[in-house]
């Protein structure tokens, strides 16, 4: 018996990192899982078969989930293979999230905007639709970050967008009243987002951060794994978190929590 047993459950930006991660963990717990990237190559299609090598049904969604319509095609593929829709997991993020203040311009500022927030809310807008039309409830979760908690030079789009889910899951649980549906962020800290290596990558976690580099500013003395922020998501999307609302959980080490303040 696993906690998700019979759920379907749709995660963004699965291909790798902690995407693949929620999808492998969820998997692990009896839900079946599609895998959406905007990156179709072997590596998303091998992400799909080991939910599948788990014993639950794999599937993977190639897409843009930073327009409506892409968003749109991708749970109208998810809903033609899985029939309907208990978790929808807002992950998908770019590589360039970092960008100095005079060097950000509007195609960069629509880019991290669409994807981060217009995509986030639309695909949440959508999968709530198909969860209250088949009368079960659900949970949607959203990627946060550290970043909508302290500014750092260079990290302004990123920060602002990953404030806004915070303020937009409180939204969702207030628009969504009454349907059983909870909406919460995760905000991670440091977390590796490496491929584990290919002669063993049936496991959730890639090779962890160098423990040195994050020794002086987070607590726990190193970096987190996609498991670290999968675990929180099977809290929040099982019935163990049912009654979390419209929260945003730090999963970071203690890095926000011993931030120093230098007078
Ligand atoms: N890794 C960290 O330390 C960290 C820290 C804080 C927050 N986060 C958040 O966690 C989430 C996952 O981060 P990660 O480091 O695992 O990312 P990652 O770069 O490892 O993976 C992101 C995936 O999203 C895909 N993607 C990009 N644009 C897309 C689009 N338009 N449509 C569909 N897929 C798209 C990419 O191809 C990639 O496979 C992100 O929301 C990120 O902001 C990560």
Redesign the pocket.
């Known amino acids: 018996m696993g906690l998700l047993d019979g759920k379907k459950a749709l995660v963004?930006?699965?291909?790798?990192?902690?995407?693949?991660?929620i999808a492998l963990t969820l998997a692990n717990e009896g839900a079946d899982v599609g895998i959406?990237?905007?990156?179709d190559d072997e590596t998303?299609h091998r992400a799909a078969e080991l939910v599948s090598s788990r014993g639950v049904s794999g599937t993977f969604h190639s897409?843009?989930?930073?327009t409506i319509e892409?968003f749109n095609s991708v749970i109208d593929s998810f809903m033609a293979d899985h029939g309907q829709i208990d978790i929808l997991v807002?992950?998908?993020?770019?590589?360039d999230?970092q960008r100095s203040f005079f060097e950000v311009d509007e195609a960069y500022w629509d880019r991290m905007m669409d994807?981060?927030l217009k995509?986030y809310f639309f695909g949440a807008q959508r999968a709530a639709k198909e969860m209250i039309a088949a009368g079960k409830g659900g949970s949607i979760v959203c990627?946060?970050?550290?970043?909508s908690y302290v500014a750092m030079p260079g990290w302004t789009p990123?920060g602002v967008a990953?404030m806004g889910l915070r303020r937009m899951v409180k939204g969702l649980a207030a628009d969504l009243a009454g349907h059983n549906i909870n909406a919460n962020c995760i905000?991670?800290?440091?977390?590796?987002?490496r491929l584990p290596d290919a002669y063993d990558d049936d496991v959730v976690d890639g090779a962890p951060h160098d423990p040195e580099s994050l020794r002086f500013f987070v607590p726990a003395q190193k970096?987190?794994l996609?498991s670290d922020?999968a675990n929180a998501v099977l809290y929040l999307t099982s019935d163990l978190g049912q009654y979390v609302n419209g929260e945003t959980i730090l999963v970071d080490g203690g890095m926000i929590a011993a931030r120093q303040i230098h007078d």
């Open positions: 963004t930006g699965a291909r790798k990192g902690i995407g693949r991660g959406n990237d905007i990156v998303s897409g843009d989930v930073s892409g807002n992950n998908a993020i770019f590589p999230q994807l981060s995509g990627l946060s970050s550290v970043h990123y990953k905000a991670p800290g440091a977390i590796s987002n970096g987190g996609p922020i």
